[in-house]
């Protein structure tokens, strides 16, 4: 069995790595990451990634931050210490719109960043994985694991018929900053 894990295609421009994209995925070639030092408009499309579920994790976070304000506000004014302020009710709910709408953004904003951070792995401590280290400043880089497509000859020929600069061979997994 190889020792090549990953078989990586160099390209300058963009529109031809998004050309090498489709040309691998007409040959039914599986791709493993596509990294690009910008944002590409389309390729999540064409990867096929599915729509972020962050949203849903944001508005679960801010229903819980309204859930927690009112009940803190309940309980803190009505039940623990009611005071009778200006002949109002202990629970006069427009005076508390503020402080329920601040801590539904805190819970909100946090909850997302930890889902965020979770979800991508992004640890204190831990170093950034990057197949290579030119895909963060000048090239767009197409891997394919080459152990679930057993014919890296014809990969390199699609690679190279697309406008590949450079086709790589990897036997690690990431490449390391240091």
């Known amino acids: 069995m190889s020792n090549i894990k990953y078989i990586l295609g160099h390209f300058e421009d963009p529109d031809e790595m998004m050309h090498g994209i489709g040309k691998l995925q007409e040959n039914n070639i599986s791709i493993y990451d596509v ?46 210490w009611p005071m009778n302020i200006g002949g109002k009710p202990s629970f006069a709910m427009p005076d508390f719109v503020p402080i329920t709408f601040e801590l539904t953004v805190l819970f909100a904003a946090y909850g997302m960043m930890f889902t965020f951070f979770y ?7 831990r170093a950034p994985r990057v197949m290579d280290l030119r895909a963060t400043n000048d090239r767009f880089v197409i891997a394919i694991d080459a152990r679930q497509n057993p ?8 690679l190279k018929d697309a406008g590949a600069v450079e086709i790589k061979h990897n036997e690690r997994k990431y490449v390391s900053y240091e």
């Open 35 to 80: 990294y690009t030092p910008m944002p590409i408009h389309g390729i999540e499309e064409k990867l096929g990634y599915k729509r972020s579920r962050l949203p849903i994790a944001a508005f679960c976070f801010g229903i819980t931050g309204t859930i927690t304000a009112i009940s803190m506000i309940y309980y803190m004014l009505v039940y623990d």
């Open 119 to 125: 979800a991508n792995h992004f640890f204190p401590g």
């Open 151 to 158: 014919y890296p000859d014809k990969i390199e020929n699609l």
